[in-house]
Each structure stands twice: as structure tokens, then as C-alpha cells.
């Protein structure tokens, strides 16, 4: 097996470069073990069932223009064969003995009838083409709604697993996008094959010889085109890496929100380098795959050519002995040159509906594995209130990682209480708080509402009965009423009360067009807000849910002092009534905490109130004193 190692730059700076050692690539052969059952019959096993997957889809996109599709390139073949029927009558009058004048006038039905069978034909593919070109959009907006409806229903934790990102790229780019192109390549296959059948059956009429030595012509052509897909698949899946790598750098390149600092450190050289190093690997391997297929392609013609020549001598041959009347061989010709048209028409539609069907395979198993995988939620319903939460010896490990986030960690809430949780970075508060927010289910352990095990109800119902307030919170590019009802609608005054509280009203009063405004300025009239005012929306997001649960996680990291005194003094006054799991840095924050749950490398070390954490003198009075520290020099 030979590997293509990535290039790197021979500049002087080159050395700076990081290490891509992970993204080397391989050439074809590398997937062998995975491809190297797909040959000819293969291809011809497989495409029943593409074809059956692809026109179930467009069933369920438009059972009208699937149907019209259908019957109107069946239609369209019915004439063929008519026409290439009625040519044979207009052959053998004008090539029977008398006065030319006489033999032209007793071709004219049979021409006519030609002629009719050519306009019938061509509005009937005329009507089909206008029913696909309606189709395809259609299959690819329900592909796509497919898709996204599984990548927004999965567990969160599947987003930290490389292997689901690869796979979840292979589906969202080549594979999605791959829905509408099988069925127009499956319909175009269904096609060129009645038109193969309708020449076919004439040839099969005029002599019975024929039949077999149209498929001479034609052979090559399929094994070069079924070999040129399998080069191309097996390539494109090997440089999967690659491409994920060079998105990321284009990313960092043309991206607003990294703009400022490819700047200010001057990055835009080292940057520019790594692209160009990753770019050089992917130009390599596609410029070796264009001159793989380029071969093929020419032994595939070059035979092809050689087998049309054997067509034409047999026919001679045929006609030379007697065996075939003139008109006939005419006809035949005809028919010859109709069949190898629509026989090299199926090939290349079963060469794109294989190679787009071995993508949208990809998608299919995407969407299957997707929806067969459980995700972390029962049927019951979550209870409506809670006198206590509880985690009872939680253990969670991300998808990788040898050492688990957390190593039997038991926790309790009671209703209306302020937690909080400490620790350095690291020590696994943000994953329990994700769990305690119904983001992560752990591996082992239980959390329970009350008596209620949370493994048993509804996620969805769970969620909407918690709010989180987290530090890294998405700035959605819409208005900024939307920024906070996100897709709920309680009314008008339960915005501005919440946004109220969480000091928003504020930043949305200076803004052009108040609740109206777009928070976005990659759009017209759109506005951009400062961190901490992003972050104030943020808050005001989570009031706005009203959930007998708050989750805050770093609320006011990007705040100033002043804010982020005010803001907690309105956490404290929303919490009437509630339950809050405040997990913050900033200690003095945390004095006023009913409880304090203090973790380290996923361990709860210390529990208590503040003061009896600082008479304990252990990690908490630690950190509580370093930061008193500071303030005080």
C-alpha cells in the first residue's frame, strides 16, 4: 500500500508549520478491502435496489411528477421502437423494383407515420424532462429536511465523537446533496433503458443475430465507466480528512469573527501556508485520479471502437450471403445506432447513478443509523415541579478519552435553593451541569426528579423545563426578540420582562430598531453587539423560560464588575421560587450559594456553605483566598 504524505512548504518558515502528520493519505488501493467487491455485476446487483430507494424518495416527494416521469419516458420508448418499425416500411417501399415516383409515393404512409412517431416522442420526453426538472428539487428539500431533523435530534454527545463528524460530512456534502442527482440518474437509467428495449426488440424482429451484436459495442464502455467510479469514490473517501482540515483553514481565513485577530498577530502568512500545504495534497491526489480514469477511459473507447467495427462486418456479412434483405439492413443500422445510443446513455446514467448512489448510500445509512440509535430520553412525561434533584454516582466519559470527566459524583438540588459548583478548569462542573440540564445521560448512575429517574421521560419535555444560561452562548443572526424567545411565543410583555431583569432593555433601547433589530451585521441593517452585551441577551434568553430550573454557567464572563454585580443580584431575585445551579470562577459570587459543591478531576472533594468551606481550609478557602488576595494587593 503506498501513502502520499502532505507536502510541505520549502520556504524557511516551513519549519513553523504544524505537524499534519495525521493527514496523510493514501491512494485508492488503500480501500480495497472496503471496494473491492464492487465490479461490473456488482454494479448491475446493486442497481434494482438504488433505483427502488431513489423512486420511494421521490414518491414521497411528488407521487404526481414521479408517476408522470415514469409513464411518460415509457411512453416515449413505445414510439421509439414504432418509429424505428415505420422505418423499415419506408426502406423497403423505396427500395422495392418500379419507377422512383411510384416507390416515393408508397413510402409516404409509412413516412408519415415516421414522422408522427418523432413528434409524439419528442413532446412525450419534452413532458418527462418538465416532470423531473419539478421532481428533483423537491426530492432534495425532503433529503435535506431529512438530514437535518436527525443531526438536531441526536445526542450531544455524538458531536464529540470524530467518527460521527466524518460520517455526518459524508452525508451533509457529497450525500445529501447526492438525493436529487440518484433519482434524476435513476430516471435517465429507466430511460435509456427503454430506449435499449424498444431498439432492441426491433433489431430482435428484423433478424435474431442482431440482438447479441449490438452488446459488442458497448462493453468496454461499461467496465471503463464502472471502474472510473469506484477510482473516484475510493479517492474522495480517503481525502475526507483533508478536506475537513482545509474547510477549518478557510474558515480561520474568511471567517468575521477570527478577522480581527488574523490581523493583529499577522497570521495571514503561517495561515495562507498551511492551506496551501493541505490544498497540495488534495490537487495531487485528484490530478493522479483524472489521469487513472483518463487510462480507463481510453481502453474503454479504444476496445469499444473495435467491437462497433465487428458490428458493421457481421451486418455486411449477414447482407452479403442474403440473409437480410437490404431495407432490413437499413433498418438495422438505424436500429444499431439507436440501441448503441441509448446503450451508452444507460451506461453513463448507471456510472453517475452508481457513484451518486454510493454516496447517497452514505446518506441513507446516516439517516438510518440516526434514527435506529436511541437517544437518551424514555416516553413519560418529566414531573411539572420537584422538591429535589438529585445525581446520584454519575460517571461520564467523552467518546476517546481513557480518564471519565466525572468518576461517581452525587449531588442534590432542593427546590428553590442557589448551588453552586467550583473547581478549576477541568474538573468536570460544565459536564454536570449538562447532565443535570438533560444534554448528557452518563454511563453509569442516576439523576432523578424527586423519585422520577430522568432516563425514563422525555427530553424534549425535560428541556423545556430547564433554562441555561451558558457562557459560550450562540449568537443567533436573528432580530433580537428572537435572540431571546428562541421559537417560544409568550407574549410581548413576558419579552421585556425578561429582559428586564437580565439588564437587556438597556442594550435593546439603543438599538435602531428596538426588538426589531437584526443582530447581525454580515446582513442590511443589521447590528453587532459587544460581548457583554450578547451576554445580557444571553440572560435574558434563559429568564424568558421561566423554568423551575436555572442553569447558569459563567454567566458574567463577559461582563464588567459593576454588571456583573447587578446581574447576580438579579439571579438571586429571579430565584425566588426556583431552583439555581450557578457554576462561576468569580467566588464572590458564590457566598450567597445555599450550598456549595466544590470538584477536582471529576471527584466532588469538598460540600458545604461558604463559611463552612473556609473553615475547612481546603480547595475552596485555597482559591476563595487567591482571589481575595489580588483584590486586597
Not at 436511541?374 to 480518564?403: H, Q, W
Not at 471519565?404 to 468536570?428: C, F, I, M, Q, T
Not at 437584526?518 to 423554568?547: C, H, N, P, T
Request: glycine share 10%; aromatic share 6%.
Amino acid at each position: 500500500m503506498t501513502v502520499t504524505p502532505i507536502d510541505r512548504d520549502d520556504s524557511p518558515e516551513s519549519d513553523d508549520l504544524p505537524d499534519f502528520s495525521d493527514l496523510t493519505t493514501t491512494n485508492w488501493h488503500h480501500h480495497d478491502d472496503l471496494m473491492s467487491n464492487i465490479g461490473f455485476l456488482t454494479v448491475a446487483r446493486r442497481l434494482p435496489a438504488l433505483i427502488v430507494q431513489s423512486f420511494r424518495m421521490a414518491w414521497e416527494a411528488s407521487p404526481r411528477d414521479t408517476a408522470a416521469t415514469i409513464a411518460l419516458n415509457g411512453l416515449g420508448g413505445v414510439f421509439t421502437a414504432f418509429g424505428l418499425l415505420a422505418t423499415a416500411g419506408v426502406l423497403e417501399a423505396l427500395f422495392a423494383a418500379g419507377p422512383t415516383p411510384e416507390r416515393v409515393r408508397d413510402a409516404l404512409p409509412a413516412l408519415l407515420l415516421v414522422g408522427a412517431a418523432a413528434v409524439t416522442r419528442a413532446l412525450l420526453q419534452a413532458g418527462a424532462g418538465w416532470a423531473q426538472s419539478r421532481l428533483q428539487p423537491q426530492v432534495l428539500r425532503i433529503a435535506e429536511k431529512r438530514l437535518y431533523g436527525l443531526t438536531s435530534r441526536v445526542d450531544l454527545i455524538r458531536f464529540d465523537d470524530p467518527e460521527f463528524h466524518d460520517t455526518l460530512q459524508r452525508a451533509r456534502t457529497s450525500g445529501v446533496n447526492s438525493s436529487d442527482e440518484v433519482v434524476g440518474s435513476a430516471v435517465d437509467v429507466l430511460t435509456a433503458a427503454i430506449g435499449l428495449v424498444a431498439a432492441g426488440g426491433v433489431l430482435g424482429v428484423l433478424h435474431p443475430v442482431l440482438l447479441p451484436l449490438l452488446l459488442l459495442a458497448v462493453l468496454p464502455d461499461a467496465w471503463a465507466t464502472v471502474r472510473s467510479a469506484r477510482m473516484r469514490y475510493t479517492t474522495m473517501l480517503s481525502l475526507l480528512p483533508v478536506y475537513r482540515r482545509k474547510w477549518i483553514v478557510s474558515e480561520l481565513l474568511a471567517d468575521r469573527n477570527t478577522a480581527a485577530e488574523v490581523r493583529s498577530f499577522t497570521m495571514r502568512g503561517f495561515l495562507l501556508r498551511v492551506y496551501d500545504m493541505v490544498a497540495r495534497t488534495q490537487q495531487d491526489v485528484l490530478v493522479d485520479l483524472a489521469r487513472r480514469q483518463a487510462v480507463a477511459g481510453v481502453i474503454g473507447q479504444a476496445l469499444g471502437g473495435v467491437g462497433t467495427a465487428l458490428v458493421f462486418v457481421a451486418l455486411g456479412l449477414l447482407l452479403a450471403g442474403g440473409q437480410v434483405e437490404l431495407a432490413i439492413a437499413g433498418t438495422a443500422v438505424l436500429a444499431v445506432r439507436t440501441g448503441q445510443g441509448a446503450l451508452q446513455n444507460l451506461l453513463y446514467s448507471v456510472n453517475r447513478l452508481y457513484e451518486n448512489g454510493l454516496y447517497f448510500t452514505d446518506f441513507l445509512d446516516f439517516c438510518a443509523a440516526g434514527e435506529a440509535t436511541p437517544v437518551m430520553a424514555g416516553t413519560g412525561a418529566p414531573p411539572r415541579r420537584f422538591g429535589r434533584i438529585a445525581a446520584e454516582n454519575v460517571v461520564f466519559s467523552y467518546p476517546g478519552k481513557d480518564t471519565p470527566a466525572l468518576k461517581g459524583v452525587s449531588v442534590h438540588l432542593d427546590h428553590g435553593e442557589v448551588v453552586a459548583l467550583v473547581g478549576e478548569n477541568g474538573s468536570g462542573k460544565t459536564t454536570l451541569a449538562k447532565i443535570l440540564a438533560g444534554l448528557y445521560a452518563p454511563q453509569s448512575g442516576r439523576v432523578c426528579w424527586d423519585d422520577t429517574d430522568l432516563a425514563t421521560v422525555d427530553a424534549d419535555e425535560l428541556r423545556g423545563r430547564i433554562a441555561v444560561i451558558a457562557q459560550d452562548h450562540t449568537r443567533w443572526p436573528l432580530s433580537a426578540r428572537h435572540n431571546i424567545t428562541m421559537g417560544l411565543n409568550k407574549g410581548e410583555p413576558a419579552v421585556v420582562r425578561a429582559a428586564g431583569v437580565a439588564g437587556a432593555d438597556e442594550v435593546i433601547g439603543e438599538l435602531p430598531h428596538g426588538y426589531r433589530t437584526l443582530l447581525d451585521r454580515r446582513f442590511k441593517d443589521g447590528q453587532e453587539l459587544s460581548g457583554g452585551q450578547w451576554q445580557r441577551i444571553a440572560v435574558a434568553r434563559g429568564f424568558y423560560r421561566d423554568a423551575p430550573l436555572l442553569i447558569c454557567d459563567e454567566p458574567t464572563a463577559a461582563l464588567d464588575a459593576r454588571a456583573e454585580h447587578a446581574l447576580f443580584e438579579r439571579i438571586r431575585a429571579h430565584a425566588d421560587g426556583r431552583t439555581v445551579l450557578l457554576i462561576t470562577h468569580r467566588l464572590a459570587s458564590v457566598r450567597y450559594a445555599d450550598r456549595v459543591y466544590v470538584l477536582d478531576h471529576g471527584l466532588v472533594v469538598e460540600e458545604g456553605t461558604h463559611d463552612e468551606l473556609m473553615d475547612g481550609q481546603g480547595i475552596y478557602a485555597d482559591l476563595y483566598g487567591l482571589q481575595a488576595s489580588a483584590y486586597q494587593a
